[in-house]
Every structure is written in structure tokens, then in C-alpha cells.
């Protein structure tokens, strides 16, 4: 990994991968910004089909799946990182909003990104 800006399109394709395995789509836009060892990710996602028909039916069960699929999503994200990168990730923490379609995803590395691409491409 040469630069912050590669390591955040190699971020940016693994959160789309990830989405389009979950949800059988990609992201409309992601915005990645690096804080140490935080990663934030915002992106807007649209909402599956079928939990948009449940979700003013019966809001519980929609947010139960939703949150059984972001379960899945994390696990599967922290393990593509981590084989790209070969950088530990310590917590992935991630929240959707139905309503405005938007995801937050924090990344916390086991180290400051900046100084893993420091020490790599030395």
C-alpha cells in the first residue's frame, strides 16, 4: 500500500463487496475519513425490498433483521480488511438508518493507520 488515498479505495472496495454479497447491491456513495486508529465510514445504502414491506407492518421483526444482517456484515468486512491489509482490526462497529438510507461503519484498527502504511512501505 503506497498512500492513505490507495488505502482508502482498497476500503472503499471491500465495503462495496461486502454490500453487494449481503444485499445483492452496491453502495450509491461512501465517504471514509481516518482518525488514528478509527476508520468512519458513511455511505448511503439503499434499504432491501423485503424489509421495506415489513417495516410498516411490523417494525420489531424488521429491526431484528436488520440487525442479524449487520451482525453478518461485520463479521465478513473485518475478515476481508484483515486479509487485504494484513493490519488486526479490534471492533467494527456499524449502525443503518432506514428512514434516510444511511450506514455508519467504524473501523478500529489495532494500530494507527498511518503509522501500519508508514512501517509497509518502508
Do not use: C
Amino acid at each position: 500500500m503506497k498512500n492513505l488515498g490507495d488505502f482508502k479505495q482498497e476500503i472503499i472496495k471491500i465495503n462495496n463487496k461486502t454490500n453487494e454479497e449481503m444485499y445483492g447491491r452496491g453502495l450509491d456513495w461512501q465517504k471514509i475519513d481516518i482518525i488514528g486508529d478509527k476508520i468512519i465510514i458513511l455511505a448511503l445504502n439503499r434499504r432491501i425490498s423485503v424489509l421495506k414491506h415489513i417495516d410498516g407492518k411490523d417494525s420489531l421483526t424488521a429491526r431484528l433483521m436488520d440487525l442479524a444482517l449487520l451482525n453478518e456484515f461485520k463479521v465478513r468486512f473485518k475478515t476481508y480488511f484483515e486479509e487485504t491489509f494484513g493490519l488486526k482490526v479490534r471492533s467494527v462497529l456499524k449502525d443503518y438508518d432506514p428512514i434516510n438510507q444511511l450506514a455508519g461503519t467504524i473501523v478500529i484498527t489495532a494500530e494507527p493507520v498511518e503509522e501500519f502504511l508508514a512501517r509497509e512501505s518502508s
